[in-house]
């Protein structure tokens, strides 16, 4: 994985690069410098020569002689590294330095201008050698003149000098990798946000990427978010086939029912049973393709309305009073009037319906719907005084099975949708005990996150 | 008895009316909604069963026109998606009842009766007593200018005091009424009914007479 990292690779290539140009400039940086050295020695040699080429004459035999000889103290100690030599074709003149020994001649036919080369010398050293042809008179005669010097000093300076610009352009090698990695890291910023902003679309699909990124990121962004709305018209569309699907099932499964009836009241009865439970099973499949579409449509359109719980639980109760066991249940209802949950109201109403109808089922006399708002989440609770669950039965396995039957008789569907729908609006839902003694479902939505504050904003206008 | 069925699709309706018939009722059948709310509009039934999705005039509108023009026939509400919102939305138009479909004819005959039986209930229309007025075909109550919708429980519980206006019922008494049995559990609920029963019709109309039990406001101890 972190060889696709585009954060490795930008520095890995910043690094790589500021390292050659360094390495270049390096060697460029030192080839000056002994060019450099090297200029300063040829012009410290030419003083010296042209202080011997004053008093330097040739003898009647052609033999070169100098009155003065240079200065130089080296210039009398054997191998001192600074030589000269005078040579005529009838004889020739040196350093006492160069002891024995001579400077190696030209090769090629040396100019009257001062040259400088490099070649092997005496005593195995290397040789910066200064030369020019002179002519001391009028009669025409050429005299060689070459000044040297040993190249041990100019090659000492140059190392020193290559050591100290490598440790510098090192230092600054790290500098400029420190400040690559610096504009990495500014520079993919955006896309850090992208990501982020990625999690929370995977999290929440109605969530979309924020349209002030830079310039360069816009497409990308743009192009998700086209993607994303595609998306979710795509399974809005399924969903609402699905839903149409389900719906109009349920007409011909009526009447179905209606000729097993006829068929009951004809004496068919083993039919008339066969065809109720073919009817019952596809009701109950119908229902919760339909719960689960509901709960799909949700998690793509969002949450973005706070339900008016008081109203809703109201208008649920209403509903359930008249039916048979509703209709002997009291409602305790306690929900502050500023108690409100970030679900849109016909999805609370699926969810406290199918709670409330469940509560119910089990109360014997009273059923509790309680609102709190502890700072850190959103609680309805719903309780009843019915048997509760039996012990040892796991509150997950129930839920997710949508079978909160206390008395151990299926359930059925109903609460499906309840589990599918507090998962899609990023709520959680426990089982408890209630003040009342029966069964309490609690569901709970955390408080503080972007779809609370939206649905307190909504609330407030 | 004469009922409307008011169904759209053949079978589904044919098999009411004969199974309405059989339960020894006079059963008329709509096919849509503009003919039934003619016909609720125009004519006395007993009930009325109404599928909601109608052609021309769906059937939450028709319910809706009823209740409007002051027909006040119980209806039942038979609905095809079964969700709660739509549950709700019959009640709040007005229905008694829903059934889902698919629903057992058997279910659905019994639950015209009870609406049949809760209708006809007594005699006297409406009892007032004090601020309350009870009327006691549509299990409302008003109290001073305000229309107040009560749960079946609420109104029995009213009902029993209305009609015993000289006397304190006790907790046993009530939930004898109320349930048929008096059992564990039987005050707390209904000092429950009696909490939210007051805070629909105010706090001063229903009076605890401690250790005693329950009277409507202004009977004598």
């Given at each position: 994985m972190r060889r696709r990292s585009l954060r490795i690779r930008l520095l890995a290539n910043a690094a790589a690069a500021t390292l050659v140009a360094l390495g270049?400039?390096?060697?460029?940086?030192?080839?000056?410098?002994?060019?450099?050295?090297?200029?300063?020695?040829?012009?410290?040699?030419?003083?010296?020569?042209?202080?011997?080429?004053?008093?330097?004459?040739?003898?009647?035999?052609?033999?070169?002689?100098?009155?003065?000889?240079?200065?130089?103290?080296?210039?009398?100690?054997?191998?001192?590294?600074?030589?000269?030599?005078?040579?005529?074709?009838?004889?020739?003149?040196?350093?006492?330095?160069?002891?024995?020994?001579?400077?190696?001649?030209?090769?090629q036919a040396i100019a009257t201008e001062w040259t400088l080369r490099?070649?092997?010398?005496?005593?195995?050293?290397?040789?910066?050698?200064?030369?020019?042809?002179?002519?001391?008179?009028?009669?025409?005669?050429?005299?060689?003149?070459?000044?040297?010097?040993?190249d041990e000093a100019l090659k000492t300076a140059r190392s020193e000098f290559e050591r100290e610009i490598a440790l510098s352009l090192a230092l600054l090698w790290l500098v400029l990798v420190a400040a690559a990695y610096v504009q990495v890291m500014l520079g993919l910023y955006p896309l850090r946000r992208v990501g982020r902003e990625l999690d929370r679309l995977l999290r929440n699909p109605a969530a979309r990427l924020s349209?002030?990124?830079?310039?360069?990121?816009?497409?990308?962004?743009?192009?998700?978010?086209?993607?994303?709305?595609?998306?979710?018209?795509?399974?809005?569309?399924?969903?609402?086939?699905?839903?149409?699907?389900?719906?109009?099932?349920?007409?011909?499964?009526?009447?179905?029912?209606?000729?097993?009836?006829?068929?009951?009241?004809?004496?068919?009865?083993?039919?008339?049973?066969?065809?109720?439970?073919?009817?019952?099973?596809?009701?109950?499949?119908?229902?919760?393709?339909?719960?689960?579409?509901?709960?799909?449509?949700?998690?793509?359109?969002?949450?973005?309305?706070?339900?008016?719980?008081?109203?809703?639980?109201?208008?649920?109760?209403?509903v359930i009073e008249r039916t048979a066991k509703g209709e002997q249940i009291v409602f305790q209802v306690d929900l502050p009037e500023s108690f409100r949950v970030p679900v849109s109201t016909g999805d609370l109403?699926?969810?406290?319906?199918?709670?409330?109808?469940?509560?119910?089922?089990?109360?014997?006399?009273?059923?509790?719907?309680?609102?709190?708002?502890?700072?850190?989440?959103?609680?309805?609770?719903?309780?009843?005084?019915?048997?509760?669950?039996?012990?040892?039965?796991?509150?997950?396995?129930?839920?997710?099975?949508?079978?909160?039957?206390?008395?151990?008789?299926?359930?059925?569907?109903?609460?499906?949708?309840?589990?599918?729908?507090?998962?899609?609006?990023?709520?959680?839902?426990?089982?408890?005990?209630?003040?009342?003694?029966?069964?309490?479902?609690?569901?709970?939505?955390?408080?503080?996150?972007?779809?609370?504050e939206r649905a307190q904003t909504y609330a407030n206008d | 008895m004469r009922l409307l069925v008011v169904e759209d699709d053949p079978d589904v309706g044919e098999n009411l009316v004969a199974s309405l018939r059989e339960a020894g009722f006079v059963v008329e059948l709509a096919t849509d909604g503009k003919d039934a709310w003619f016909r609720g509009d125009t004519e006395d039934y007993a009930a009325v069963v109404l599928d909601l999705g109608l052609p021309q005039l769906d059937g939450l509108s028709v319910l809706k026109r009823w209740r409007r023009e002051g027909r006040d026939f119980p209806v039942l509400v038979l609905t095809a998606r079964g969700d709660w919102t739509e549950k709700v939305e019959g009640i709040n138009a007005g229905a008694d009842d829903y059934m889902v479909k698919p629903f057992a004819m058997g279910e659905l005959v019994a639950r015209i009766r009870g609406l049949l039986r809760r209708a006809a209930g007594h005699g006297s229309p409406t009892v007032t007593v004090g601020r309350l007025t009870i009327h006691t075909g549509q299990q409302r109550a008003v109290v001073g200018d305000a229309d107040i919708r009560l749960s079946p429980l609420e109104y029995r519980f009213l009902e029993l005091l209305i009609h015993q206006p000289d006397r304190v019922m006790s907790v046993p008494a009530i939930a004898e009424h109320l349930y048929g049995t008096a059992g564990q559990g039987d005050t707390n609920a209904i000092e429950a009914l009696v909490t939210r029963l007051r805070r629909k019709i105010g706090p001063d109309i229903v009076e605890t007479r401690r250790g005693l039990g329950y009277a409507l406001a202004g009977a004598t101890p």
């Amino acid at each position: 994985m972190r060889r696709r990292s585009l954060r490795i690779r930008l520095l890995a290539n910043a690094a790589a690069a500021t390292l050659v140009a360094l390495g270049l400039a390096g060697t460029g940086i030192t080839f000056l410098f002994s060019r450099h050295i090297e200029r300063r020695e040829a012009v410290s040699l030419t003083a010296k020569a042209q202080e011997l080429l004053t008093t330097l004459r040739l003898d009647p035999d052609g033999r070169p002689v100098v009155a003065q000889r240079p200065s130089d103290s080296r210039y009398a100690k054997p191998a001192s590294g600074l030589y000269w030599q005078v040579s005529a074709p009838t004889g020739s003149l040196h350093s006492r330095s160069l002891w024995d020994q001579s400077l190696p001649r030209p090769k090629q036919a040396i100019a009257t201008e001062w040259t400088l080369r490099r070649t092997a010398g005496p005593f195995g050293h290397g040789l910066l050698i200064l030369e020019r042809v002179v002519r001391p008179d009028t009669t025409n005669r050429v005299v060689l003149v070459q000044f040297a010097t040993d190249d041990e000093a100019l090659k000492t300076a140059r190392s020193e000098f290559e050591r100290e610009i490598a440790l510098s352009l090192a230092l600054l090698w790290l500098v400029l990798v420190a400040a690559a990695y610096v504009q990495v890291m500014l520079g993919l910023y955006p896309l850090r946000r992208v990501g982020r902003e990625l999690d929370r679309l995977l999290r929440n699909p109605a969530a979309r990427l924020s349209s002030d990124h830079p310039q360069e990121v816009q497409p990308l962004t743009a192009a998700i978010n086209a993607l994303a709305d595609a998306r979710a018209a795509d399974l809005d569309r399924a969903r609402k086939r699905a839903g149409d699907l389900a719906h109009g099932l349920k007409t011909p499964l009526a009447a179905m029912a209606a000729q097993s009836h006829r068929a009951r009241q004809a004496g068919a009865i083993e039919a008339a049973d066969g065809l109720d439970r073919v009817i019952a099973s596809a009701s109950a499949t119908l229902e919760a393709e339909l719960a689960r579409a509901r709960a799909a449509a949700v998690r793509i359109a969002g949450t973005d309305k706070a339900a008016y719980i008081a109203q809703v639980v109201d208008d649920l109760v209403a509903v359930i009073e008249r039916t048979a066991k509703g209709e002997q249940i009291v409602f305790q209802v306690d929900l502050p009037e500023s108690f409100r949950v970030p679900v849109s109201t016909g999805d609370l109403t699926e969810m406290v319906g199918a709670l409330l109808e469940n509560a119910v089922k089990f109360a014997t006399r009273r059923v509790g719907i309680t609102g709190i708002t502890d700072g850190l989440a959103s609680i309805l609770c719903i309780g009843d005084d019915g048997p509760g669950l039996p012990e040892g039965r796991s509150d997950d396995a129930l839920i997710r099975g949508g079978r909160l039957d206390e008395a151990g008789q299926g359930h059925g569907f109903g609460l499906a949708i309840v589990h599918d729908l507090v998962a899609a609006t990023e709520g959680t839902i426990d089982l408890g005990v209630s003040p009342l003694g029966g069964l309490a479902v609690s569901l709970r939505w955390p408080t503080g996150g972007r779809d609370i504050e939206r649905a307190q904003t909504y609330a407030n206008d | 008895m004469r009922l409307l069925v008011v169904e759209d699709d053949p079978d589904v309706g044919e098999n009411l009316v004969a199974s309405l018939r059989e339960a020894g009722f006079v059963v008329e059948l709509a096919t849509d909604g503009k003919d039934a709310w003619f016909r609720g509009d125009t004519e006395d039934y007993a009930a009325v069963v109404l599928d909601l999705g109608l052609p021309q005039l769906d059937g939450l509108s028709v319910l809706k026109r009823w209740r409007r023009e002051g027909r006040d026939f119980p209806v039942l509400v038979l609905t095809a998606r079964g969700d709660w919102t739509e549950k709700v939305e019959g009640i709040n138009a007005g229905a008694d009842d829903y059934m889902v479909k698919p629903f057992a004819m058997g279910e659905l005959v019994a639950r015209i009766r009870g609406l049949l039986r809760r209708a006809a209930g007594h005699g006297s229309p409406t009892v007032t007593v004090g601020r309350l007025t009870i009327h006691t075909g549509q299990q409302r109550a008003v109290v001073g200018d305000a229309d107040i919708r009560l749960s079946p429980l609420e109104y029995r519980f009213l009902e029993l005091l209305i009609h015993q206006p000289d006397r304190v019922m006790s907790v046993p008494a009530i939930a004898e009424h109320l349930y048929g049995t008096a059992g564990q559990g039987d005050t707390n609920a209904i000092e429950a009914l009696v909490t939210r029963l007051r805070r629909k019709i105010g706090p001063d109309i229903v009076e605890t007479r401690r250790g005693l039990g329950y009277a409507l406001a202004g009977a004598t101890p």
